[in-house]
């Protein structure tokens, strides 16, 4: 049973263009969700997060939507630029310092 | 931001011997660590919750006695590998979250452990 869905395994976007990543989850007790991206063989690096009380968190070309009553969330980036290429993963907490509940990643390549 | 370093970065090892990765925070106390593991074309699998100073809680379908965890201090988890098989070859990360951290969890670079 996933919580936390990225239905999306991969996107191609131009550089310049918007990137939307999407997101998904079913565990209404979910208050917190960030997204991280992730390059081979590397650790995840924390990018944007939003809290349950919020619907919209920008912080420079991303910002990160959170539509509460679809259980949907998403990540824009806009420009694209070609080092965004990375797996993006969407994550999930019920607060506190509990674990992240983590959808299984979409591959954006960003085309120059 | 705070850091989290993760040794080492990769391994090869031959089939039915013990590997350690260690996991520190460098400049704050993590009371939890996380452990994770990745497949490829996976997400990544919490394998389980470190504790300082108590046993660590394991997620259903991971060997405890296989992947020996070990958070001695308020800035180190260890966890071992023991009698490897090629099957245990994947990628495992640490992460941890101290307090005041809240849900923003920081992660160490990964190990690639291959075994075989």
């Known amino acids: 049973d996933q919580q936390v869905k990225q239905n999306s395994p991969s996107l191609s976007v131009q550089e310049g263009r918007i990137s939307i990543l999407n997101c998904d989850y079913t565990?209404?007790?979910?208050?917190?969700f960030l997204w991280y991206k992730k390059y081979p063989a590397e650790g995840p690096t924390f990018l944007i997060s939003i809290s349950s009380i919020k619907d919209k968190n920008e912080d420079g070309r991303f910002t990160v939507f959170l539509n509460k009553s679809a259980k949907h969330l998403s990540l824009h980036i806009v420009p694209s630029q070609p080092g965004d290429s990375a797996v993006y993963f969407c994550a999930a907490s019920v607060g506190g310092n509990t674990p992240l509940v983590f959808g299984k990643g979409t591959r954006l390549s960003v085309i120059a | 931001g705070a850091v989290v370093s993760q040794h080492p970065s990769r391994v090869i090892c031959k089939s039915g011997t013990s590997v350690k990765i260690e996991c520190r925070s460098l400049d704050f106390q993590a009371t939890t660590m996380f452990w994770y593991r990745q497949f490829p074309k996976k997400s990544l699998m919490l394998m389980a919750t470190s504790n300082e100073g108590s046993k660590a809680t394991y997620e259903q379908g991971v060997e405890k006695d296989k992947f020996l965890i070990n958070h001695a201090s308020l800035t180190l988890s260890t966890l071992t590998v023991t009698s490897a098989h090629p099957e245990d070859s994947s990628f495992y990360i640490c992460?941890?979250?101290?307090?005041?951290?809240?849900?923003?969890?920081?992660f160490g670079s990964g190990t690639q452990l291959s075994v075989l």
């Open positions: 565990n209404s007790m979910f208050d917190y």
């Open positions: 992460s941890a979250g101290g307090a005041g951290q809240n849900e923003k969890l920081f």
